[in-house]
């Protein structure tokens, strides 16, 4: 089926490891997302990519690397997890930037301990 | 049906009643107007958008209005149903690529 998936849907990891949250979509989309959402601060833009090969800081970019070899896949990775990286994780993509609608998978649960 | 005037983070309403969500937006620049709905465990759902270039637009169930005046959108819901009952994010556009997301308002429908 056509969509977004985010895998896996629940992770917990110790500090100091290294994490991989994958994010595959099949509508080949230009633009995908990483956010992540805690309570009190909302969904927060963490990395996006405009198309292949092409990524940019969001405004929480700290602590995390992206890559985005193929359009349909954007990975996000913890390389040294903390604590303050639990968080809720969440991918979405769209098909021009932000004044179309983006359209986001399930999330992540991500616990770091 | 229920209102409410200001952004509050939790609204009540009565199953068959009319819902409205309001969301004061911040950049004057902002272009682009999209409200989310989010059920527990899910990720974010598309409702519907609006351009600056309209005050209001029409979807099923769902109208969103936007003053630009009083930088202020909201979201109506008709005849709310037990479904409906969810969190609900108003997102500016004030760039070319980035979301700005408001703080969520809970809807929570009685029966």
């Known amino acids: 089926d056509a969509g977004i998936t985010q895998s896996p849907r629940y992770k917990i990891t110790e500090t100091g490891r290294q994490v991989t949250l994958m994010c595959h979509q099949t509508?080949?989309?230009?633009?995908m997302f990483w956010y992540r959402q805690d309570l009190g601060h909302g969904l927060r833009l963490i990395y996006y990519?405009?198309?292949?090969?092409?990524?940019d800081k969001g405004e929480v970019p700290d602590g995390y690397v992206v890559s985005r070899s193929k359009t349909e896949n954007f990975p996000l990775t913890l390389e040294s997890a903390t604590r303050s990286q639990t968080s809720v994780y969440f991918c979405?993509?769209?098909?021009?930037?932000?004044?179309?609608?983006?359209?986001f998978g399930d999330g992540t649960r991500l616990s770091i301990l | 049906g229920e209102s409410v005037g200001l952004h509050l983070p939790t609204l009540s309403v009565q199953e068959g009643d009319n819902s409205i969500i309001n969301c004061a937006y911040s950049?004057?620049?902002?272009?682009?107007f999209i409200w989310y709905k989010q059920e527990s465990g899910k990720g974010p759902q598309f409702i519907i958008d609006?351009?600056?270039?309209?005050d209001k637009r029409q979807g099923q169930r769902v109208t969103v209005l936007l003053n630009k005046t009083v930088k202020h959108l909201s979201l109506q819901i008709a005849a709310t149903q037990p479904g409906d009952s969810a969190v609900y994010f108003c997102?500016?556009?004030?760039?070319?690529?980035?979301?700005?997301f408001g703080a969520g308002t809970t809807v929570t429908v009685r029966a």
């Open positions: 509508w080949s989309h230009s633009y």
């Open positions: 997102a500016e556009n004030p760039n070319d690529y980035k979301l700005s």
């Open positions: 609006i351009r600056s270039n309209m």
């Open positions: 979405a993509s769209s098909d021009q930037g932000a004044d179309q609608p983006q359209h």
């Open positions: 950049n004057s620049a902002s272009d682009y």
């Open positions: 990519s405009a198309a292949a090969d092409i990524t």
